[in-house]
């Protein structure tokens, strides 16, 4: 016989799975991170980005075009010297383009 199955929600499993709840928590710090700096991105450029992932490395930015991208490593270090006033220690901004599905 089988055991009755327990139900629980997608919440309940990533915080009973330390490394979902790391990657729960880490995703939201990216987009903390960007709602932090969006003031300092030209309206116009803020629906082509998204946040993505942090890493030893950095910070990465999901843009959705050339343009986008450009303008956004022009912006970088304006970006991550925000991010250290406001507690974050960014070692990097990168810049990725990624098209939306």
Request: net charge positive; glycine share 2%; charged share 20%.
């Amino acid at each position: 016989m089988h055991a009755p199955r327990r139900s629980f929600t997608l919440q309940q499993a990533v915080a009973d799975s330390q490394p979902l709840a790391r990657l729960s928590a880490l995703v939201r710090e990216s987009a903390d991170r960007l709602a932090a700096v969006q003031q300092l991105i030209p309206a116009p450029m803020r629906a082509a980005i998204r946040p993505g992932p942090i890493d030893e490395n950095g910070w990465c930015l999901l843009v959705d075009n050339s343009a986008a991208a450009a303008k956004l490593r022009h912006l970088a270090p304006l970006l991550q010297s925000a991010l250290r006033t406001r507690g974050w220690d960014v070692v990097a901004i990168r810049v990725k383009i990624q098209k939306r599905l």
